[in-house]
């Protein structure tokens, strides 16, 4: 029996597992090639006639209008990449942000949600989904997640709807489908918007439908972490021509030239914001969408091989939605019952960690913990939005809600983010060997827990 590295024996691994993003020289040369056009934003407000055209294009035919180089929509990578991301994904707009948080944002604010208006969403994601809701001074009313998916709990969303509901941001977590289905039928039923953050989730399919699409409004993510990355960035789809115009709208400042005809819809929510891409981002984007699929293909791969090699484990549980096959596995979250094990979580991670196995436990906390929600403060000294005149309830972020959320990251989650390229089955294979290292030396680490 080998001697665990947490006690002086030789890890399993010498060299790092790394999470890295997928670099090549087709991201150099599109960079290069931007640099030496000197074109790195090509937005530009309007005073035009046809303004109006440009703001209703679908984004195949925005990619060659007019052959200008100035326009409302922006510059020709951004252009390019939206006509492609929007063919990839089957729909008619594709609007480019500088971030995910930024396009949940903006597709909040085109569906209309304000001051006094809810948002329903899960209390477990990153702290994006809850602050995208408050930019616009709406309120966050966050609910438990499904035990099967770990997304948004539809019985949890019904129980939550109120008269000031407008909305339901639904998140696809770790590249799992939420249970869209009975979310639509929630939604349709009290003529609710869906925006759904597909940021983990890219070309995950529910019921053979790419997610992002099955609701009102789609957003994605480029962050540094992601299945494609830009370093940062997100991309808004629709197939509604008035949510894409207004997305547009709110991007880029409402700089239409709006005047005093200007209709009332066009004038709400339009408050001057920069939410552009550059064009350098751009072109890393076009390159990225090209290595989307073998890039989702090999964290499927690393996903599924290494859930089977740790389903041999006592006290080791992998959710079934694991191998769906219609996911796109982002992180591999797994279930750790350290009641079988007879070793705390935080003991069997360092001893993984010991052996070179970088090994998580989730979010730090959920959403709702965020002293922002405990304090209900986010504007101003007196406690704006929750505050606001225009909302008069007194919403609940309690300390004993979302059992099933809480006991998950606390307790039971171990959440594998090295799954993707460069990382191999050769790295996954020291994954597993170091599982079985550290239980033929279960007795020793029960010994210490017990000294």
């Known amino acids: 029996m080998e001697k665990l590295a947490l006690f002086g024996g030789t890890p399993v691994r010498k060299e790092p597992i790394e999470s890295s993003a997928v670099i090549d020289e087709d991201e150099v040369a599109a960079v290069t090639d931007v640099l030496k056009t000197r074109e790195l934003s090509r937005f530009t407000g309007s005073s035009s006639d046809d303004i109006e055209q440009q703001l209703s294009m679908e984004s195949a035919q925005a990619v060659n209008y007019g052959g200008q180089e100035f326009l409302f929509l922006g510059g020709r990578k951004v252009r390019q990449f939206e006509a492609d991301f929007a063919q990839y994904f089957g729909v008619k707009y594709a609007i480019t942000v500088n971030s995910a948080t930024s396009g949940l944002s903006v597709a909040l604010a085109a569906a209309g949600a304000g001051p006094g208006d809810e948002v329903i969403t899960t209390c477990l994601s990153f702290n994006a989904t809850g602050m995208s809701i ?11 997640i499904s035990k099967e998916n770990f997304c948004l709990d539809p019985q949890e969303v019904k129980k939550a709807i109120s008269p000031q509901t407008k909305a339901i941001l639904v998140v696809h977590l770790m590249g799992h489908a939420a249970d869209m289905d009975a979310i639509m039928k929630i939604a349709r039923e009290h003529n609710l918007i869906v925006v759904e953050d597909c940021a983990q989730a890219p070309r995950t399919r529910y019921r053979g439908q790419y997610v992002g699409t099955l609701g009102d409004i789609g957003v994605f993510s480029f962050q540094d972490t992601k299945n494609m990355v830009t370093g940062e ?3 808004i789809i629709t197939n509604n021509p008035k949510y894409a115009r207004r997305c547009r709208l709110i991007r880029n400042h409402g700089e239409s030239i709006p005047d005093d005809s200007t209709p009332l819809d066009d004038l709400v929510n339009i408050v001057g914001c920069n939410f552009r891409m550059t064009e350098l981002t751009a072109a890393v984007g076009l390159a990225q969408l090209r290595k989307l699929a073998e890039n989702n293909r090999v964290r499927n791969e690393n996903a599924r091989f290494l859930a089977r090699g740790l389903n041999v484990f006592k006290g080791i ?10 996911n796109v596995i982002h992180i591999l979250t797994i279930l750790y019952h350290a009641d079988r094990v007879g070793v705390s979580r935080e003991m069997f991670v360092k001893a993984l960690a010991a052996e070179g196995i970088p090994v998580g436990t989730g979010y730090a906390r959920i959403i709702p913990d965020n002293p922002i ?10 406690h704006c939005p929750f505050s606001c005149p225009y909302y008069g309830r007194d919403i609940d972020y309690g300390k004993g809600l979302y059992p099933v959320a809480r006991d ?9 983010h090295i799954i993707n390229r460069p990382n191999n089955l050769n790295d996954i294979k020291d994954i597993i060997k170091a599982f079985k290292k550290v239980y033929s030396n279960i007795e020793q680490l029960r010994e210490i827990v017990k000294g």
């Open 134 to 144: 408050l930019l616009f001074n709406s309120i966050p009313v966050f609910v438990d």
């Open 233 to 235: 960035g997100g991309i």
């Open 317 to 326: 549980e992998i959710p079934d939605v694991v191998y769906n096959q219609d």
């Open 373 to 382: 929600f405990q304090r209900k403060l986010a504007y101003g000294k007196d």
């Open 408 to 416: 998950l990251i606390k307790n039971k989650q171990l959440a594998f």
